[in-house]
């Protein structure tokens, strides 16, 4: 079987028409989906941006409202990346239509991808979300200022790859998950926090060394600083050695997501 037979398998019809049900799934509901991330950003970068900002020195050399920026961009895309294929796992498999998929012809790999390119797509928009309110923010914060992309490339790598990872950590969510409840928790008590310990609002270098040394522990300090390394040309950590991990644990964990599809974990009780 040649390459292009073999993409065509695994890349054809019905990966296509999963992908498009579940991009439907949160393109129709903007309302849910993608407003509270646009109201929520535009209060962070009014209290920080704004009000707080002028009382903060700058950070690195940075002003504070751009130094924030890209650990919110983090915050929003990868929350919605995860929140889109764990609520998506989990109402399939609460309403019993998941085993449609499971029963079709489609490659156990191929139902993986869709669900994964579907809520990293999410994620995706999101953070171009957060950027567009970044946008109208901080000409007031800063006079005659803008959003600069030092690093495009880095910063469409580690886009692509750290919505890709939580997509992929959704599926897991998904599977495992209980009830509703779970999905909260997972999302709120665990992510959350990991991204805000993660550098979004401030540098490491401000932190003593013991906790510098603990920050380090959390794959998230990784994310926010390429992330920050795209936009600002400015980390606190090795941005191709942070890039080359995150897209082997990427790999690791959509690894996981299709043995999980396979035995039926979650779903054949």
Excluded: C
């Amino acid at each position: 079987m040649s390459i292009q037979d073999a993409l065509g398998n695994r890349f054809g019809v019905g990966f296509r028409s999963l992908l498009k049900r579940e991009v439907l799934r949160f393109v129709r509901r903007p309302r849910n989906t993608f407003l509270p991330p646009a109201v929520t950003n535009v209060l962070y970068f009014a209290v920080f941006g704004l009000i707080l900002g002028d009382r903060i020195d700058a950070i690195q050399g940075f002003d504070y409202i751009l130094f924030i920026l890209p650990g919110l961009v983090v915050l929003g895309a990868v929350s919605n990346a995860f929140e889109n294929a764990s609520f998506s796992i989990f109402h399939g498999r609460w309403n019993e239509y998941i085993h449609e998929t499971l029963t079709s012809p489609l490659a156990y790999s191929s139902q993986v991808f869709a669900y994964v390119a579907a809520a990293a797509l999410r994620g995706i928009v999101v953070g171009f979300i957060i950027v567009a309110v970044g946008l109208v923010f901080v000409p007031f914060a800063i006079e005659g200022g803008s959003v600069p992309v030092r690093r495009p490339l880095y910063l469409v790598a580690f886009m692509l790859t750290i919505t890709t990872l939580f997509a992929a950590f959704g599926v897991v969510g998904g599977l495992w998950a209980r009830d509703f409840d779970y999905l909260t928790v997972l999302n709120q008590f665990i992510l959350r926090p990991l991204t805000f310990f993660g550098g979004v609002f401030y540098s490491l270098d401000i932190l003593p060394p013991v906790f510098r040394t603990v920050s380090l522990l959390n794959p998230m300090v990784y994310m926010v600083n390429g992330v920050r390394y795209g936009f600002l040309g400015y980390t606190d950590v090795n941005a191709d050695l942070s890039l080359a991990v995150l897209v082997g644990l990427t790999l690791a964990v959509l690894a996981v997501d299709v043995a999980l599809f396979r035995r039926g974990y979650g779903i054949i009780e």
